[in-house]
């Protein structure tokens, strides 16, 4: 495998400049901006690391600009960063074309659950749904669970939850006032087809696996009997271990979607959503929902230098793989669990207080992540992640007064073949997206605001 963040992917129109430099990167628009007391801020939004199909690249970028552009009317208004990455991910949720909210993946029993989480660098609070039914947008039940925990403890001195799933986590979400949606409604003609398709698929493999391990069986005890009785065995023995496997016919899908933000005040914050695996067991909690693996957010304070916030994304589909000899099986390429084993959110925030964020992340991701001990069974290794750090700097002025400035860094790497992002700071007039097609890689630009 390309040892991830081997070179820097896109972002042709930005270039890293040296340390230091970042107040010299600042336009006259952002000047005028922090002079006048006007909302800034900054936006980074991904839609799934996997395999995307070139021939929906133009509906891949409309979700992400669509992101972008909502999150930067919340800053303009002064919103602050944990309602702001809520909004971006409300408008990833509610495309089609995204494995998050509405048209998520089917699980076993043709039912939609979704995992989300999102977390406030200022308070430190986390809210997080797992397996959640009924829902259209997860990520609001993850917000508000966030929120009702900064009020304090609940009557008698109880402990208000951080993390609901299930059934409890959808009677928490109607009682306190987010609408239920009918599960017709959650699923697309798109994630119905790949249902069908993945179940039939699976009964297929599991009824052929049966057969051929029955054909082993009865081969064995052919053979031993034959061994027994004249001292040689007659005829051929299969040789299951070498059986040669054709291409697989993978059905092209998003995965997990997630956001960052920072806001006028310097706060950061994260969130991810997704619908999980594909023909996931029912009840199956990913990494979405998870404390430290999901998403992560810390401004500065104690031994942080830079406010920092991570959003990571699976990559999981199965898939049945047909062999010459009839054999199928069904093959898991990454999953939510390797980021859930690794706690790489987490991981990659603990990074980023390193002087050179470029280095530190790509050590990381090769470290703690595609070379993690914790991994170490496994053939694959695949995921995806965004991350945003700031810190304050101050900024000389045309009244030759010192002004407190944001110089803001962001970075992405993935170990799969593609990954959706886009970005916008409040001083942009459009969204910029990137679909990054090349493996392993990490980018970087750095500019302040």
Known sequence: MEPAGSGCLGLADVHPPEAGEGAALMRRSERDAAADGRSVGFVLVHAGAGYHSESKAKEYKQVCKKACQKAIEKLQTGALAVDVVAAALIELEDSPFTNAGMGSNLNLSGDIECDASTMDGKSLNFGAVGALRGIKNPILVANKLLSEAQKGKLSAGRIPPCFLVGEGAHKWAVDHGIVSCSPDIMATKFS??????????????????????????????????????????????????????????????????????????????????????????????????????????????????????????????????????????????????????????????????????????????????????????????????????????????????????????????????????????????????????????????????
Request: some cysteine; aromatic content about 8%; hydrophobic content about 35%.
């Open 192 to 449: 119905l087809s790949a249902f069908r398709k993945n179940r039939r698929k699976l009964e297929l493999a599991e009824k052929v696996e049966t057969e051929m391990i029955q054909t082993k069986k009865r081969r064995e005890v052919s053979e031993n009997e034959c061994l027994t009785q004249y001292g040689c065995l007659s005829g051929y023995k299969v040789n299951w271990e070498k059986s040669e496997i054709l291409p697989s016919n993978v059905t092209a899908s998003l995965d997990t979607v997630g956001a960052v933000v920072v806001d006028h005040e310097g706060n950061v914050a994260a969130a991810v959503s997704s619908g999980g695996l594909a023909m996931k067991h029912p009840g199956r909690v990913g990494q979405a929902a998870v404390y430290g693996c999901g998403c992560w957010a810390e401004n500065t304070g104690g031994h942080n230098v830079y406010s920092t916030a991570v959003s990571t994304s699976e990559h999981s589909f199965h898939s049945v793989v047909p062999i010459k000899s009839t054999w199928y099986e069904i093959a898991v390429k990454g999953c939510g669990e390797h980021l859930v084993r690794t706690m790489l959110a987490r991981e990659c925030s603990v990074a980023l207080q390193a002087e050179d964020a470029h280095q530190a992340l790509l050590e990381t991701m090769q470290k703690k992540f595609v070379r993690s001990p914790f991994l170490a069974s496994e053939d694959s290794v695949l995921g995806g992640v965004i991350v945003l750090r700031c810190c304050s700097c101050s900024l000389e002025s045309e009244s030759s007064l010192n002004r407190e400035a944001l110089l803001v860094e962001f970075l992405w790497s993935h170990t799969t073949e593609s990954m959706c992002v886009g970005y916008m700071s409040t001083q942009d007039g459009k969204a910029k997206y990137l679909y990054c097609s090349s493996l392993s890689r990490l980018c970087f630009a750095k500019f302040g605001l």
